[in-house]
């Protein structure tokens, strides 16, 4: 398995958690978080080029979540912040091998995929 998430768990809204993503088995380029809650598509979160001078953000995380990734690791991180109900999904990561000087949010660009970790935000 190349992609293996981390860190989710039950938490009050107003929390924080970091998710980590381990990637293994090759060198990844641009990678990404996506969310499903249920009943809902599965949606971009952010992501992040190889070279991972910035990230982007969907709307509704953008200010409280930030990306980040370790090379040497070859690890993904998401810190989330201020969490609310919204944000209780199960969330995924992705990677692609190519890298691009901006980050796609369609799933269809990132060929590899963890099997997720469960967030859970009480209110």
């Known amino acids: 398995v190349p992609l293996v998430e981390s860190g989710g768990g039950l938490v009050q809204a107003g929390d924080s958690l970091r998710l980590s993503c381990a990637a293994s088995?090759?060198?990844?380029?641009?990678m990404a978080w996506f969310r499903q809650a249920p009943g809902n598509e599965r949606e971009f979160v952010a992501g992040?080029?190889?070279?991972?001078?910035?990230?982007s953000y969907a709307d509704s995380v953008k200010g409280r979540f930030a990306i980040s990734r370790d090379n040497a690791k070859n690890t993904l991180y998401l810190q989330m912040n201020s969490l609310n109900s919204e944000d209780t999904a199960r969330y995924y990561c992705?990677?692609?091998?190519?890298?691009?000087?901006?980050?796609?949010?369609?799933?269809?660009?990132?060929?590899?995929w963890g099997q997720g970790t469960q967030v859970t935000v009480s209110s």
């Open positions: 992705a990677a692609t091998a190519a890298t691009r000087w901006s980050v796609d949010t369609r799933q269809g660009t990132y060929e590899y």
């Open positions: 088995g090759r060198t990844f380029g641009d």
């Open positions: 992040i080029t190889r070279i991972g001078a910035s990230g």
